[in-house]
């Protein structure tokens, strides 16, 4: 049996071609963030132009906010160090994690579940990566602090946002602008920190009653960054974004809206044997919303999406390729992905019940193209220089209802259901390394999904606390990833894009939320049965591993806890604890890619303008693995080690306009792994036998928010 995963020690000193941290520059940077902080607190802004009052705190734990959903904003500064995509924000909620790969662009992963299990949507649209191994998985397209409001709702708990959410939903929007008069705002930050990270936001808009334009924008860059041990894992990367957004707001209650965006980036990964070189995403959106109509059709809403990824993977330009490798030459892909969509849904009110229903759509197409390299000539033609060849085209659509009674005075039934008709169609003529007929060319599989939940919540008559228990049915096509990406398919079957079987997961949800004066606290629990559960399983090959997909049956359960309280005017503790099981009941052992018990614990000292606070984090060890099997990112190779890292941070509000924070993760520079990691790779000096990749060591940071 392999020893739990360990740091990777020195395996990353001989990584190719090392980005080390850029200390001068860091100096600089971290100066040039202090000095736009001094600068702005002296420009004395009027209150009359403020639109909100900065908090002079650092967020270390995000809370739930009612039963099962938690509400929060993705511009307030947290520890550890800020996002760099979705994946990272979401991984301070209690129940998520990441399969990590470096410095970016991990994967997000709730209670243990991942992929399309997880609906996450952008505005309403659905942002859909192209790679085939989810190398630029959706999260990567997002920047956290260019949105106003994040919402997740844990377990399949509702059926207003798209089918397939076993796992639960997850929503980064930007709200609309509203002016009473002609006049404007500007917010942003800028933050420096340890191994050359260097981020800047920007959200501007101006507008008047009758309508707004808003602008965001944002760059943010980091070079490789050094572990506990010292050594330099291969993780540089950066990103920018750019989106616009023209409203007309006729009236209080009317409002349309055209946004337009686009962004690109790079990303050099530890545990690939490929980088991210392009990011390309090109975005439209369109939508329509009306609302106090004054009947019992209350409020009626549309909108339209396009959604365009354009990926290009390769093994040269961030590095050298491996000569010992199954890549020993030049190699590049480029794949996109298409993707537009729509939604319309109608609010119908009365004294006791809201209603919901409407419907949405989905037509999602991906393409490839290939590099070419002559043995004999040594010549090298990029994948540009190729025609696109599609591949697959999805199609989706979905009707939904969803209703919410208060039929007594602490009594509430929350329910709802929707039926998909899904379809993928295989338009690969060949599959496989060698390029054998596909035995599934030019053909389309489809099916009807039903999905569904019922929630009950009872408000306490002595307590300000609310039960609630709700059960839910998901039935689950398989995605992109699932149907194309493996090698096979289950035994009997012509691959995976003819054998997969659709997922069905029903599961019961049951808490308590508890909030009154100085004290929030809350359980979530779950426990839920996977019919037909798609699992990969690898088979170490000549030319690197091989995968399969199969269903199988699987059990799952778990919850979340938390609290917290101030204790005292200035002072204020949080605490949160967050586990999640999972078996394979066809093989009868456990499920792989299941994060280990987690908890953390905070303490803040808040006193007029400025704060102070401390971070525990306590990850336990995690023995149950399942060996060789995972999903099309990551798969358990062993049992990993527990670990403890403590982070500082402080705060002080230069004006109601400005505030400076400052942190310092793992102050102890402890070197330590994620269980959900991905294994560092040879062409970086990692050894053969699968190695976890190393978290940054001791981390500086410092960022300035401002807002007028």
């Known amino acids: 049996m392999k020893q739990p995963n360990q740091p990777g020690r020195a395996a990353a000193r001989h990584c190719t071609r090392p980005f080390t941290p850029a200390t001068a520059r860091l100096r600089w940077q971290q100066g040039f963030a202090l000095f736009l902080g001094l600068s702005l607190s002296a420009v004395g802004v009027t209150d009359e132009l403020l639109p909100e009052e900065i908090e002079p705190t650092v967020v270390t734990a995000v809370q739930q906010s009612s039963p099962l959903t938690v509400v929060t904003d993705p511009k307030d500064p947290r520890q550890p160090v800020p996002a760099s995509d979705a994946a990272d924000y ?21 209670r243990g579940m991942f992929g399309s299990r997880l609906n996450l949507l952008t505005n309403g649209g659905l942002m859909i990566g192209a790679c085939p191994g989810r190398m630029d998985a959706p999260s990567s397209y997002i920047s956290p602090e260019t949105f106003d409001r994040l919402t997740v709702i844990k377990g399949p708990q509702t059926v207003l946002w798209g089918p397939g959410a076993s796992a639960g939903t997850v929503r980064f929007d930007r709200e609309p602008e509203r002016f009473g008069e002609l006049g404007g ?27 707004y334009l808003r602008v965001v924008g944002n760059q943010a860059q980091a070079d490789d960054y050094e572990d506990g041990n010292g050594d330099t894992v291969p993780s540089r990367w950066s990103k920018w974004n750019g989106d616009v957004a023209l409203g007309w707001t006729p009236d209080a209650d009317s409002l349309v809206e055209l946004t337009a965006g686009k962004g690109d980036g790079e990303a050099r ?10 990011f390309l995403r090109e975005s439209l959106g369109l939508r329509v919303e009306r609302s106090n109509l004054g009947g019992v059709l209350d409020r009626l809403e549309a909108q339209l999406y396009y959604n365009y990824a354009d990926h290009v993977m390769d093994n040269f330009r961030l590095r050298s390729p491996d000569p010992a490798s199954s890549m020993p030459m030049p190699m590049a892909s480029n794949v996109d992905r298409r993707t537009v969509g729509g939604r319309f849904a109608a609010t119908f009110s009365w004294t006791e019940v809201e209603w919901v229903a ?53 009594n509430r039934l929350v329910a709802g259901g929707r039926l998909d008709r899904a379809s993928a169609e295989d338009f690969r003529a060949t599959s496989g390394m060698m390029g054998r007929a596909n035995p599934t060319f030019g053909e389309t599989r489809a ?3 039903p999905s569904g939940f019922a929630r009950f919540e009872h408000d306490l008559a002595d307590s300000p606390a609310t039960l609630y228990a709700g059960l839910g049915h998901v039935q689950r096509f398989p995605d992109y990833w699932e149907l194309f990406s493996p090698g096979r398919g289950p035994a009997g079957s012509a691959n995976a894009f003819d054998g997969v079987k659709p997922e069905k997961t029903t599961q019961l949800d049951f808490g308590v939320q508890y909030q009154s004066g100085d004290l929030e606290a809350w359980a979530s629990g779950y426990v839920g049965q ?49 586990y999640a099981w999972g078996k394979n009941s066809s093989d009868d052992e456990a499920l792989p890619q299941m994060p280990p018990l987690e908890t953390r614990l905070g303490l803040t000292y808040e006193q007029d303008n400025w704060s102070a606070g401390g971070l525990w984090r306590l990850v336990a060890a995690q023995n149950r693995v399942a060996e060789g099997k995972g999903n099309v990112v990551g798969q358990d190779f062993g049992k990993s080690a527990g670990f403890g890292v403590f ?25 330590y792994a994620e269980h959900l990691n991905r294994a560092g790779d040879a062409g970086f000096g990692f050894p053969a036998d699968p190695v976890a990749i190393d978290e940054p060591g001791r981390t500086l940071w410092t960022k300035v928010d401002f807002s007028f």
């Open 90 to 110: 979401l991984k301070t909620i209690p129940g998520f994690s990441v399969i990590r790969n470096g410095g970016t662009n991990g994967d997000p992963v709730l």
């Open 185 to 211: 705002r500007l917010r942003g930050s800028v933050l420096a920190g340890s191994n050359g990270r260097f981020d800047k936001v920007l959200d501007g808009a101006l507008g008047s009653e009758l309508g």
């Open 269 to 278: 990964y530890a545990g690939r044997g490929m980088d991210g070189s392009q």
């Open 358 to 410: 409407g419907l949405d759509l989905m037509r999602s197409e991906h393409r490839k193209r290939s590099s070419r390299f002559d043995m004999m000539s040594g010549r090298f033609t990029d994948a540009d220089q190729f025609p696109w060849s599609k591949d697959a085209l999805f199609h989706s659509y979905g009707l939904f209802s969803e209703a919410t009674w208060n039929f007594a005075p602490r």
């Open 447 to 449: 099916d009807a999904l």
């Open 530 to 578: 996977v019919r037909d559960y798609i699992l990969f399983t690898y088979t170490p090959g000549m030319m690197g591993p091989t995968s399969r997909a199969e269903n199988i049956d699987a059990r799952i359960m778990g919850g979340e806890l938390g609290a917290a309280w101030r204790f005292a005017p200035d002072w204020k503790t949080e605490a949160t604890l967050a």
């Open 647 to 671: 982070s500082l941070n402080g705060a002080y509000r230069l004006s109601p306009e400005l505030k400076v924070s400052a942190g310092v993760d793992n102050l102890f520079d402890k070197a």
